[in-house]
């Protein structure tokens, strides 16, 4: 899976990347909170994100407030800091990160945390799947709808009770159309003009 680390110290970033690349991640990097929203706003961007809070230009709950204001669907957003004050926890989820780590962290911490997220997207992929599924589904069945079973000799229809009803009925219980009765030219020719 790949994963963006935006961290502005040198030694910090390269510790994890050396990390993450051991964990199996593609890893992409940023040095700062614009280079970090300008990759994520890329496409193909990584869905699983460690921001740094403290970065130059802007810091990890202001690319948070950018990438949420996106609208990206199914990216999962971890925060690492040093601050570790309830305030500042609050003020990085309300941002809209979806985890928090303070440092140091222990390795084996990040990595199950990295694991929930990678099930979160997943679950969420699965759901968009399954949403866009059932919204092909209802086009189908619509669809299915338009095809009206009609009698070929008194063009009655019937419904999905197989109940059989005149036109004029089935139309105005399922449409908002009205019916006023007319005679075409070839019926009047047909039927009325010889009753003349």
């Not at 890329?42 to 994100?49: C, F, G, N, R, Y």
């Not at 204001?69 to 305030?87: N, Q």
Request: proline share 4%; net charge negative; glycine share 4%.
């Amino acid at each position: 899976m790949d994963i963006l680390v935006a961290e502005d110290d040198y030694a910090s970033r390269r510790l994890l990347e050396v990390m993450l690349l051991r964990w199996g991640y593609h890893v992409k990097t940023a040095t700062n909170g614009a280079d970090a929203l300008e990759i994520i706003a890329a496409q193909e961007t990584p869905l699983l994100v460690l921001l740094d809070w403290m970065m130059p230009e802007m810091s990890g709950p202001e690319v948070c407030v950018g990438v949420r204001k996106m609208d990206i669907t199914g990216m999962y957003i971890i925060l690492l800091t040093g601050k570790d004050r309830k305030e500042d926890i609050i003020i990085g989820l309300n941002s809209g990160a979806d985890d928090y780590i303070t440092k140091p962290f222990h390795k084996e911490e990040l990595k199950a945390r990295l694991q929930v997220g990678e099930r979160i997207i997943s679950l969420q992929q699965t759901l968009a799947q399954r949403v866009a599924d059932l919204e092909h589904a209802l086009k189908h069945v619509d669809q299915l709808r338009q095809l009206l079973p009609i009698c070929a000799y008194c063009k009655r229809i019937r419904d999905d009770k197989n109940y059989w009803s005149q036109l004029e009925e089935y139309f105005a219980e399922h449409t908002n159309t009205e019916f006023s009765h007319s005679i075409c030219p070839d019926c009047f020719e047909k039927h009325v003009k010889p009753q003349l």
